[in-house]
C-alpha cells in the first residue's frame, strides 16, 4: 500500500482472501487500498462504494457470493480510476503447476547455495484454488539435496518429500552439491495432473577445498527507483490548531497541564461526574478533524468520552486502551471551542500485560486500584496532554 519514497506516490489495491465460496454465501468482502475511495463490482454489476477505516480498510457488507469475477477500483481525490485488482472464481483442481526462483545469476554448485521450487495446484485453466490442500509427492533426481518445505501438520512436513499445499500453494527448499549438473524434480498427488521441472546448477572454481565465489558479490543494487528526489518526500496533510486557554469543570488552575507539551503533568477532575469536562479556546477559528489525546493510565483504562464543536457533538464512544497517544477521528465543524466530556464511568484492565509506562506518577497511575472512596474514581477524567489537527484540504 505504501509505494513511494517515503510519501504514497503510486495507490495500490489488493481484495483480501479469495472468490470460491459456496452458493448462498452472504460475507463482507475487504479492500486494502491507498486510494480515496473504492468501489467493488461483481460480474460487472457495481456494489457501491466501501466504508473506509484505519485508512487504508475498505469494507463492502453483505455481499452475496456468485460464481465468476470480484473486482475493486480505487479512485483518487478528483473521482479518477487510479488503481484496479480482481480475483476469479476457480474451478475444480486439476493440475500441478511447478516454478523456480532463484538467484538472477543462477544455481550455483557450492554446496551452499538454495532454489526455491515452488508448488501450485491449479484448474484446468490455470487459476489457482485457493481451496486445495492437496498432499504433494516430491521426486528429485540429480547433484541436489531436498530440503524439503514447512506445513502444519506433524513434525510441520520439515525434510519430507511429501509436503501439502495450504490455500493451493507451498515451496520448499532445494540445496545444491559441489557437483555441477542437471536436476529434475517430479510431483504427484492423487487426483491430480503430474508435473516437473529440470533445472542446473553452475560449476564453480575451486583450489584447495576453498573457493573464490561469494555470493554477495554479484548481487547488484536496486536503482530503478534513480535517485532520491530533491523535492519534499513527505507531504503533511494536518496542522496544529493552537489552545489559547482552557476552562474546567474542577481544578481549574491546572487545566494549563493538559496542552503545556509537558508529559510529566495533567489536568484531573475531582472524581465527580459534573466536573468531568474541560474546554479548551483555540488560537482561531478551525475545522478540526482529528483530535490526539494522552490519557492517564492509557495502558489500562478506557474513557468515555463525548466531545463538542461549540454546542455540536462532533465524537462519541470509548478510547482505545494504548500504549500512548490515542487519536480520534471528529465530525469537522468550524469552531473555536472544544469541550472534551466524561459521559460515564471508565473501564479499566491490562490491555498489555507487564509494560510499565514512563511517566512521573502523577501521570502514571491509577489511583483507582488504591482509592477506599471508589465513587470519587470512577468518573475521573485525566488529561495529559491535547493537540487538535486540522487537514490542509478542508
Known amino acids: 500500500m505504501w509505494d513511494g519514497w517515503v510519501d504514497i506516490e503510486n495507490p495500490r489495491i489488493h481484495i483480501i482472501g479469495h472468490w470460491n465460496y459456496k452458493e448462498g454465501i452472504v460475507k463482507p468482502v475487504y479492500v486494502v487500498s491507498s486510494a480515496e475511495k473504492v468501489e467493488l463490482f461483481l460480474n460487472g454489476t457495481s456494489l457501491g462504494y466501501g466504508n473506509r477505516d484505519h485508512h487504508f480498510l475498505y469494507t463492502f457488507e453483505n455481499v452475496a457470493f456468485a460464481a465468476g469475477k470480484l473486482e475493486a477500483v480505487g479512485y483518487d481525490e478528483n473521482g479518477t480510476e487510479c488503481c484496479r485488482t480482481h480475483l476469479q472464481t476457480a474451478g475444480e483442481p486439476e493440475q500441478i503447476k511447478l516454478s523456480l526462483i532463484q538467484s538472477p545469476n543462477g544455481w550455483k554448485a557450492d554446496g551452499a547455495d538454495m532454489v526455491l521450487l515452488q508448488v501450485e ?5 490455470g487459476r489457482r484454488c485457493p481451496l486445495a490442500n492437496d498432499l504433494i509427492h516430491f521426486d528429485v533426481e540429480g547433484p541436489a539435496e531436498w530440503r524439503g518445505g514447512i506445513a502444519q501438520g506433524k513434525d510441520n512436513f520439515i525434510l519430507s518429500k511429501d509436503l501439502p499445499v495450504e490455500c493451493g500453494i507451498n515451496r520448499a527448499l532445494i540445496r545444491s552439491l559441489t557437483t555441477a549438473g542437471t536436476v529434475r524434480v517430479t510431483a504427484k498427488a492423487e487426483g491430480l495432473k503430474s508435473a516437473e521441472i529440470s ?7 575451486v583450489k584447495d577445498g576453498l573457493s573464490s565465489y561469494i555470493p554477495g558479490n554479484e548481487l547488484e543494487g536496486r536503482l530503478t527507483r534513480g535517485e532520491t528526489p530533491l523535492t519534499p518526500s513527505y507531504k503533511d496533510t494536518k496542522v496544529d490548531v493552537g489552545i489559547l486557554s482552557a476552562v474546567a469543570g474542577t481544578n481549574n488552575e491546572n487545566a494549563i497541564n493538559s496542552f503545556d507539551d509537558n508529559e510529566l503533568s495533567e489536568w484531573r477532575n475531582d472524581g465527580k461526574a459534573n466536573t468531568a ?17 494522552k490519557l492517564t493510565g492509557w495502558r489500562l483504562r478506557s474513557y468515555p468520552l463525548e466531545i463538542y464543536a461549540g454546542d455540536e457533538l462532533i465524537w462519541s464512544g470509548e478510547t482505545d486502551k494504548s500504549l500512548g497517544y490515542v487519536h480520534l477521528k471528529v465530525k469537522p465543524v468550524l469552531t473555536n471551542e472544544i469541550t472534551i466530556r466524561l459521559k460515564g464511568a471508565s473501564k479499566e484492565g491490562d490491555a498489555f500485560g507487564q509494560i510499565v509506562e514512563v511517566a512521573a506518577p502523577v501521570a502514571n497511575e491509577l489511583d483507582l486500584y488504591k482509592a477506599k472512596d471508589g465513587d470519587k474514581t470512577r468518573h475521573e477524567l485525566r488529561i495529559v496532554e491535547i ?3 486540522e487537514n490542509l484540504w478542508q
Not at 533445472?199 to 572454481?205: A, R, Y
Not at 478540526?288 to 489525546?293: G, R, T
Open 121 to 125: 495446484v491449479m484448474d484446468k485453466d
Open 199 to 205: 533445472f542446473s546448477s553452475s560449476p564453480i572454481e
Open 277 to 293: 469536562w474541560i474546554t479548551y479556546q483555540l488560537e482561531r477559528a478551525a475545522r478540526v478533524d482529528e483530535v490526539c489525546l
Open 387 to 389: 493537540e487538535f489537527k
